[in-house]
């Protein structure tokens, strides 16, 4: 998606840009309407999160987060502690940087409060609107016009629907982190100057560290660097990218997973790339055909966009969109095994909410270049009812959703900490997530090694007992 081509007849940069450069205009009561319009949605968004955020640890919380602490103190001294840090990895992934914010967390407070936990990861997600407003229409110059226009992206990334990233710390700074620090490295590196590229680097680190994903980054960045010619660049790029490679790859273990087929068909792939693209409108699990068709019409439309020649006149949008493709092929060649509906995920609704909010983008710009003004238009006046509607649907649902998850929660931990003779070996988390998919030995395992988490972080004053 982000490789350079031609179309014959089309109008040059300059003269796209000429006709996007609408009339100025500074602030004005428009354009304070059209801001607050603009901040209904995250308020929304974040007053719904204010009500359901605990300090309790949720699934993968335990090992991201408490067992790494309880067995980093227990670390002999500073090279074993740095060692434990590059060492240990959760599943088939190193979350270096959960870990590290968790583990700034309690150097300051001497505990882990997940509350703020889930402050730092929601408040990423104000990070990525603010990264794609860069991005968005940077010539026009019509503030106002600019901030309407906007609206959409607004109501399609401040809602529940990945509510998995937003109540579980460890999926939450995973994901949303992932793609905010490979969407920066993409963006400082379409800058061309020195201070970008240094920028562009830390992020690079900043997107590995997050999430394995972002080691698309390094595919996406080495294209930018050679398609601009920038070689001594592409050098250093390429130099960082391997001690990062490097630093992963330090003790860590391939992890099979169980229940999963491990050769699916070619076919199986290939959908599973479409509804993870698509896995919006897939309903978290419920409607894989609407993933399937959404995940085609965006990978048709930017494939189409592409054969045009536009990814060579502007190429930003493309290189975000070819980052996306590139992480669905390879969540496809890892997690397809377990069926297609796997792709649906809730914590992967997050990337197909971004490659709609790309598509939108990049229908904007293209049609400013022939419309100074679609305010009026059929296509912003459907996109921005679809979205809304969208919001607010999913922003219902998914306050019912964690809020039901929520009780469960404090049920189970009220048990623990407070045990009774009929239940005397309670569990940290709801029993129905137990015996769990593989089985009754493996749910049994489970249960013991949360407890035993639970009570060491108990017991060395990470966690502090909240009923």
Not at 128 to 133: I, S, T, V
Not at 183 to 197: D, H
Not at 359 to 371: A, I, R
Not at 450 to 464: A, F, H, K, P, V
Request: with cysteine.
């Amino acid at each position: 998606m982000g490789l350079p081509s031609s179309g014959g007849g089309s109008l040059s940069l300059v003269d796209q840009e000429s006709k996007v450069q609408t009339r100025p205009t500074g602030w004005s009561l428009e354009s304070a309407f059209a801001l607050l319009a603009l901040a209904l949605p995250p308020a929304l968004f974040y007053g719904l999160l204010s009500r359901t955020t605990l300090n309790l640890p949720i699934l993968d919380d335990y090992n991201a987060v408490l067992d790494f602490l309880n067995r980093w103190i227990d670390c002999r001294n500073w090279t074993e502690k740095l060692l434990w840090f590059l060492s240990s990895q959760l599943v088939d992934v190193k979350p270096f940087f959960v870990r590290a914010v968790a583990l700034v967390q309690y150097l300051l407070l001497g505990h882990v409060d997940f509350r703020l936990l889930t402050v730092c990861s929601v408040g990423l997600i104000s990070l990525l609107a603010l990264l794609l407003w860069k991005m968005f229409i940077p010539a026009c110059s019509n503030r106002t016009l600019r901030l309407v226009l906007f609206l959409p992206v607004s109501f399609l990334l401040f809602e529940l629907q990945y509510m998995t990233e937003l109540n579980v710390v460890t999926t939450g700074m995973q994901h949303i982190a992932g793609v905010l620090f490979s969407f920066l490295a993409i963006y400082l590196l379409n800058q061309n100057t020195l201070r970008s590229f240094t920028g562009s680097c830390a992020a690079l680190v900043l997107a590995i560290a997050s999430d394995g994903n972002g080691f698309m980054v390094i595919a996406v960045g080495l294209l930018i660097l050679f398609r601009t010619r920038r070689f001594r660049h592409a050098i250093v790029f390429a130099g960082i990218s391997i001690l990062c490679v490097v630093a992963y790859a330090f003790h860590y273990h391939r992890v099979v997973a169980t229940g999963a087929i491990a050769h699916p068909p070619l076919y199986t792939r290939l959908f599973y790339v479409l509804g993870f693209i698509g896995s919006a409108a897939g309903l978290n699990y419920h409607f894989l055909a609407g993933g399937l068709v959404l995940g085609t019409l965006l990978v048709a439309f930017f494939v189409w966009k592409v054969v045009k020649g536009d990814a060579r006149r502007k190429p930003l949008l493309y290189d975000c969109a070819l980052f996306m493709l590139l992480t669905a092929v390879v969540a496809s060649s890892g997690r397809s095994g377990f069926g297609l509906g796997q792709s649906l995920a809730g914590r992967y609704t997050l990337y197909s909410l971004v490659c709609v909010c790309l598509f939108w983008m990049v229908m904007v710009e293209d049609s400013l270049v022939h419309h100074p003004s679609p305010l009026g238009s059929g296509l912003f006046l459907g996109m921005l009812i679809c979205s809304a509607v969208y919001s607010l649907c999913w922003d219902l649902t998914g306050y019912s959703i964690i809020h039901q998850r929520n009780q469960g929660l404090i049920a189970a931990i009220v048990s623990f900490e407070h045990p009774s003779g009929a239940d005397p070996n309670p569990i940290p988390v709801p029993k129905y997530r137990f015996p769990g998919p593989n089985g009754v030995e493996e749910g049994l395992k489970l249960c013991q090694d949360l407890r035993t988490i639970m009570n060491r972080s108990i017991e060395l004053g990470i966690y502090r007992p909240q009923f």
